[in-house]
């Protein structure tokens, strides 16, 4: 093409060029406004909606991991459970071998037995003993007379010696026989204290109780009780409803107390600990609204729970091997703490969870009036059963058949015990042979 002919077409583009100007200048100011009006909705989304909320998919299902673990050791002769089983509170989960509790058993109850026996004799005791302190306190009043008798005899020679009329002889033999009229006195005097000694010694092991309550008994009946309880810990039974897992005890296995067999979750008794991240923490409060939605179930199935704790540490704080961020080595790492967020049982019951499982939480934080930590301890339990108060009941009455097995008709000995008598040491002469006697005429009735 010549000079003249591209000079020619120039004046011809020219008016094409202006004419498209306007037409792509109106598509730009559009996208600008489609952008300034995205702009402005989502900004009006953030602050109408999404700031009244605080969202994670760091959360997963936690719930009580109970170990079945057994008290005292042996050998086990059977299973009763196994991975995924249901059972239910109370329920025996594995059996070990009894014969090495029930001779241990069949040991303390007769030790129990004995002592009983021994106790009872203590209480009988207090009567013959009493009526010991009678009888010497009848040879004193004896050698007493005795004494006078013999003073008087001496009294009456020794008026006659100066006229003749009684010989130096018989003077002697006066004198004689009221020196050993004497000594069969003291003789006396010490054989009723050291029968009120023996009452007193005697009394100080059997006053202010009775032949149940004395400490003898008690103290074999401590070892029948726990005798009892070991062999009733043959059988280890489930502590609450719940599912098997972990299942390690095998059949003839020797096991020691305290090691884990299995466990037992009871997945009524679930939660959902959320991990946000510690800039989300600043509107989190106790009691909140959250919506919860389970990967195993998808986003039709939704759970509603509230938020019942925060964490009083970030994860990291709690790790195995925690940061040492004063080493130098140093990288800044945002941190997440744990919100425990209780849920609702019927829906739990309706859609069950298993432990571990991932969940996806978002709490609605629009009422700020809650607390951010707990200011109150719990007035009940975290968990509690009664599975294994009836074993304890049962080493009572064990122990109760025992001791009325072996406590005879000694109603006599109880009664005198239930009296209280005060020691002899710390009464006159005359109450100790008073209350004595009461004590033999008991006995004796």
């Excluded at 009848?138 to 001496?154: C, F, T």
């Excluded at 006396?188 to 003898?216: D, F, Y």
């Amino acid at each position: 093409m010549s000079n003249e002919q591209q000079n020619a077409a120039a004046p011809a583009s020219a008016p094409a060029a202006a004419q498209g100007n306007p037409r792509r200048k109106k598509a730009l100011t559009g996208l600008a406004a489609v952008v300034v009006v995205a702009g402005l909705g989502w900004g009006a989304y953030e602050w109408l909606v999404a700031s009244h909320y605080e969202s994670t998919d760091n959360a997963y299902v936690q719930g009580n991991v109970i170990q079945i673990t057994p008290q005292v050791g042996g050998t086990v002769m059977a299973i009763y459970a196994d991975d995924t089983d249901f059972v239910k509170a109370g329920q025996p989960l594995v059996k070990l071998d009894p014969a090495d509790a029930k001779v241990a058993l069949d040991q303390a109850e007769s030790n129990l037995a004995q002592t009983v026996r021994q106790v009872r004799t203590l209480y009988a005791n207090n009567g013959s003993l009493a009526a010991q302190v009678q009888l010497r306190e009848a040879d004193i009043a004896k050698a007493q007379s005795e004494v006078a008798r013999a003073n008087d005899d001496l009294n009456r020679r020794q008026s006659l010696v100066g006229n003749g009329a009684v010989s130096k002889e018989e003077l002697n033999h006066a004198q004689t026989q009221l020196a050993d009229t004497k000594s069969a006195l003291a003789a006396a005097q010490a054989a009723a204290t050291a029968a009120r000694e023996q009452l007193a010694s005697n009394q100080a092991m059997t006053e202010g109780t009775n032949v149940e309550q004395h400490p003898s008994v008690q103290a074999a009946a401590g070892k029948v009780r726990e005798a009892w309880l070991a062999s009733q810990r043959a059988a280890l039974l489930a502590p609450v409803d719940g599912y098997v897992a972990k299942r390690t005890v095998q059949l003839g296995q020797r096991v020691a107390a305290g090691a884990p067999m299995m466990s037992i979750i009871p997945l009524n008794q679930v939660w959902v600990d959320a991990n946000f991240k510690e800039v989300q923490l600043r509107k989190i409060r106790l009691g909140q609204p959250v919506k919860l939605t389970a990967d195993v179930y998808g986003k039709k199935v939704e759970y509603h729970g509230t938020v019942e704790g925060l964490g009083a540490g970030t994860g990291s704080a709690f790790a195995l091997l925690p940061a040492q961020n004063a080493t130098g080595n140093w990288i800044k790492v945002v941190q997440r703490v744990p919100v425990r967020v209780a849920l609702d049982k019927n829906e739990v019951s309706k859609n069950p969870l298993r432990v571990g499982l991932s969940m996806d939480a978002e709490v609605d934080v629009s009422n700020q009036d809650g607390k951010t930590l707990a200011d109150a301890p719990r007035t009940s339990p975290v968990a509690q059963t009664q599975v294994f108060s009836s074993v304890d009941n049962g080493a009572d009455a064990e122990v109760r058949r025992v001791i009325v097995a072996n406590a005879g008709r000694g109603a006599a000995g109880t009664a005198l015990a239930s009296a209280s008598p005060r020691s002899a040491s710390s009464v006159p002469t005359q109450a100790v042979a008073n209350t004595a006697a009461a004590a033999s005429s008991t006995v004796a009735h």
